[in-house]
């Protein structure tokens, strides 16, 4: 609770003026990526969380968006949604838990899971990852390609809402990055482009920066 309070602090309107966006005590950023779509994101570890764990979160020209903690197998182990006011953790013995090693080893990883939430209570998520063989190379930095398949699921079984499309992993960082994929809601259907651009590393220009740079100001399909 202590770092949901800290982070709903930095989700205020003071820190959506701000140039540099500050992490909570505790907590050391090792990476920031600029990507489309007008978001900036950044990456850290706080010494009070379990080893392997590690921490996002995402910006856009109004200030934080989202907050995120996973497990070094990648798995969601609480989110933060500002724009919608809830948030979520992972159950406690998922029935098919998302595994990055799997990803790695076999090329394709399925996964079954639910998350709580005091809000929005549970939700089903169901879907695939799977390695492409296709390694590309941005800002100096190689990532592998995926593609990916998920649905979301209400407690009473109903489709929320469903995505597919392309992502990244950093076999190193041991995270997926965002790509791009097309989600459906009901009858209506959106794509989106979330592909990093900039990689920024502590002592670079523009590290934790809170101001995002690339397709800012331009209406995204």
């Known amino acids: 609770m202590r ?3 800290a982070l709903i602090l930095l989700a205020g309107p003071v820190a959506a003026q701000q140039s540099t966006f500050e992490l909570p005590t505790g907590c050391e950023a090792y990476l920031t990526v600029q990507a489309n779509s007008c978001k900036v994101e950044h990456h850290f570890t706080c010494s009070f969380d379990p080893e392997g764990h590690q921490r996002r979160v995402s910006l856009d020209e109004n200030g934080m968006t989202y ?4 497990d070094a197998e990648t798995q969601w182990i609480e989110s933060i949604h500002v724009l919608s006011g809830h948030s979520e ?15 790695i ?4 990883d399925d996964y079954d899971f639910r998350t709580l939430s005091e809000q929005i209570g549970e939700t089903r998520f169901v879907g695939q990852d799977t390695l492409t063989g296709r390694q590309v190379t941005i800002d100096g930095i190689t990532l592998d390609e995926t593609t990916y398949d998920i649905t979301a699921y209400d407690d009473a079984g109903e489709v929320m809402w469903s995505s597919k499309g392309n992502e990244f992993i950093n076999r190193e960082w041991r995270m997926f ?6 989600t459906t809601i009901g009858d209506d259907s959106f794509d989106r482009d979330e ?8 002592g670079e220009p523009g590290f934790l920066s809170a101001r995002p740079k690339h397709e800012c100001g331009v209406a995204i399909s």
């Open 3 to 5: 770092f949901v309070a």
């Open 67 to 70: 907050a995120g903690r996973i």
């Open 89 to 103: 953790r992972l159950e406690d013995s998922p029935t098919e838990p998302a595994s990055l090693s799997d990803l």
């Open 105 to 108: 080893a076999n090329g394709v």
């Open 177 to 182: 990055l965002s790509g791009t994929g097309t």
């Open 195 to 202: 592909s990093p651009v900039e990689f920024i590393f502590p």
